[in-house]
Each structure stands twice: as structure tokens, then as C-alpha cells.
């Protein structure tokens, strides 16, 4: 009674036009999932325009986006919503639609272990959770393949390393993830996961720092993709 009370009062919205979602529709509404921008980057892992974004910058086995990002699209909003506004559910949602697509690559390249981004520890306390962990998670279980969130983390900065000139804070930009690891994790294929694709800066810091596991191999995945 008090559900049906509170439905009536606060009915479930699709997190992508905010239009009513009805009866069987949940967190993004059917016009929605059809019209979602799908780069079909899964269809060539090693031919798209992603990995090719990444060549001679990072050793990667495959590299696939889900969706592009533009400022006009649906997927604006649903990140926007995922990051902002604590709707993790878009993050399984959207995990659960692509996982039809990623399993047949993640089983080809034989992925071993899916590592989300990691938030800087400051970022994680305000927001309260990182936003790709249900994204990455979800992918990680449809698949079957395990799920690390700890193997990678970001360094935090000591005050000596703030005072330092812009030009030399623009380089520890480039060194700020490191791995901690031990003998069962060599020799592993990590899939890094993060939400948005834009400039690949924070996705090549991670991927080097992966890289520092002897005889690591690497491969990238994101939501979306932002068109330049
Ligand atoms: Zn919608």
C-alpha cells in the first residue's frame, strides 16, 4: 500500500529523457536502450578507433567504448546521473546490456581479471562510491572472469609535492597510479574499466602502472567515448 503510495507519488523516470518508465521498463526506458549511440567498437577490438588512440602510447590487446558521448545524446544524462547523482543502477543496467557484446571478446583474448579506475581516496570520501564499480562489476560477473578493485590505487600527494611548478605537477599527472600485488597476480591479462574515454590520460597512467606486474598484459574498456 505505502509502495503503490510512494510509486504514485514518486513514479520511476528513465535516468537517460526522464520520461515515465512503465510497467516491466526499469532505470532506462525502451525508447532509450534502442536508441542507445553503440560504437560497435566489440566487433573489431584491435581495428577501432580507440585502440588506435592508444598506439605507440600503451601495449593493449583490444580496447572497446560502449557508447559515444556527445553533448546531445541520452548518454550524457546517464552519466551524468550515474556520476553525480548516485544512480548506480545505470552502471549494472548498461553492464548487463553490453555483456551480450564484451563476453565473446573478454573469452577470445582470454581476460583473467576486470580492474575499475580507482577514485582518488579524497573524490571516494565526498562522493560515497566510484562510479564505474556497478559498470565493472556487472561485466566482471556476466562474464566470469574475477573482479579486483584494490590492485590498483592512486598515490596520494605529501605537501612537498603540491609546492611543486605547475610543469613538474603536469608530469606527476602522469605517475599518479601505482599497483600493489603479489606473486598470483603476474602473468595475468587485466581489462581496466573506466566510465568516460576523453583525452586516455588517465587510462595510460593506470595501464603503465598495471604494466609494472611482470608479464602483464593490458587491454581497455569504457562507457562511452566523447567525439572530438
Ligand atoms: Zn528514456
Known sequence: ML?????????????????????????????CRHTLPRTYHHQSPEQNEIHKKFYGLLPLEFSCSFLYFTHKNNVKELIHNLKYRNKTAI??????????????????????????VPLH???????????????????????????????????????????????????????????QYNKENEGKHYLLIDDVLTTGATLESCGNALLEIPNTKISILTIAYTLS
Open 3 to 31: 509502495k503503490n503510495l510512494l510509486k504514485l507519488l514518486f513514479p520511476d523516470i528513465c535516468y537517460g529523457c526522464g520520461s515515465l518508465l512503465i510497467k516491466n521498463e526499469r532505470v532506462i526506458c525502451t525508447a
Open 121 to 179: 581516496p579524497k573524490r571516494l570520501k565526498e562522493r560515497g562510491y566510484n562510479q564505474i564499480e556497478t559498470f565493472a562489476k556487472t561485466i566482471a560477473e556476466t562474464c566470469k572472469v574475477d573482479y579486483n578493485p584494490t590492485i590498483l590505487y592512486r598515490k596520494t600527494y605529501s605537501k612537498t609535492q603540491t609546492k611543486k611548478n605547475k610543469e613538474s605537477r603536469q608530469m606527476d599527472k602522469r605517475n599518479v597510479f601505482a599497483v
Open 91 to 116: 552502471g549494472k543496467e548498461l553492464g548487463m546490456i553490453y555483456s551480450s557484446d564484451i563476453r565473446k571478446v573478454i573469452e577470445k583474448y582470454h581476460v583473467d581479471c576486470i580492474v575499475p
